[in-house]
């Protein structure tokens, strides 16, 4: 149990140990409220990470106390207020959880896979933090058990998005499933109908290909670009960007000069026309009945 300085309980630890033992979990709901930072534009990571914490060292009653809240709804923790936290909590502790105990691995990918389209941003967040944990302590097995998510917008864009986080990156080693990975993300994109083109869901899976490829590629080098040079023939003008932003890194072209030159030419090969502008016609003079 964490203590302070003159061996006393944190107030965290008190709460959240009277909520375990006690089952009433007001006082603890509204001390992370209070403590929140929310609403606002910020919340209390620091705090979300010693819940998970101070959970961790309650075992499987703690672990009870995580999914019960990282299932909190959006009616009982509405998005953009400060109980939006108290899911955020639950969920990070569920990936602590997740990473520390390997049996009660699955269990808890499960819980995260069902708060991955959750509709509040900062629950979905907060599911890239923990997949990230648990990914950092199961390396590549992770990597290979997330191929089940990599049907849906929501949850294709959180496995990016953690395979680039900083806590897993680092400890992923075979570049073979990453790229397989990155490959059924861009496959889904591209084989996305056209009404999907303003769903949240699939903005969120173009945009987590453009921030996280870069950072990919940087960590496993050619597998990563010889993907990106296959997919520099696509059509769609937004995953066409995101291959782009991914060579423009000066981390990226600097390390890999030559790979990222021959992604550039392909993109380049690839290019539609541009049309000739003496062939656009212009606005003509109607032909109508003549206003009165």
């Given at each position: ?11 965290l ?8 033992s ?53 009616d ?66 992770l ?17 990016l ?86 060579a ?45």
């Amino acid at each position: 149990m964490k203590r302070n300085m003159s061996g006393e309980k944190s107030p965290l630890a008190k709460v959240t140990e009277d909520a375990i033992s006690s089952g009433n979990t007001r006082p603890l709901y509204a001390w992370l409220c209070k403590n929140s930072h929310l609403p606002g534009t910020t919340p209390n990571l620091l705090i979300a990470r010693a819940f998970a914490d101070t959970c961790i060292m309650h075992a499987n009653r703690g672990e009870k106390l995580a999914v019960q809240m990282a299932t909190l709804d959006a009616d009982a923790a509405p998005g953009g207020t400060d109980l939006e936290f108290l899911p955020m909590c639950g969920v990070i502790a569920v990936g602590a959880y997740g990473a520390l105990h390997a049996k009660s691995r699955r269990d808890m990918l499960d819980v995260l896979h069902d708060r991955a389209d959750d509709l509040r941003f900062r629950v979905r967040d907060a599911v890239v933090e923990a997949l990230a944990k648990m990914g950092a302590a199961s390396e590549d097995a992770l990597a290979l058990e997330v191929a089940t998510w990599m049907d849906g917008y929501f949850h294709a864009a959180a496995v990016l998005r953690a395979l680039a986080h900083e806590a897993w990156l680092p400890q992923l080693h075979d570049p073979t499933v990453v790229a397989m990975r990155l490959d059924e993300a861009y496959e889904l994109a591209k084989t996305s109908p056209r009404a999907a083109a303003r769903y949240p869901g699939r903005k969120a899976l173009v945009e987590a290909l453009a921030t996280a490829t870069g950072s990919i590629a940087n960590r496993f080098g050619v597998p990563i670009f010889d993907l990106l040079e296959k997919w520099s023939v696509v059509e769609d003008p937004e995953l066409r960007e995101t291959i782009a932003r991914a060579a423009q890194s000066k981390s990226v072209s600097s390390r890999y000069r030559a790979e990222v030159e021959r992604v550039r030419d392909a993109l380049a090969a690839s290019a539609p026309s541009v049309r000739d502008p003496r062939s656009i016609v212009g606005p003509t003079r109607g032909r109508g009945r003549k206003r009165r």
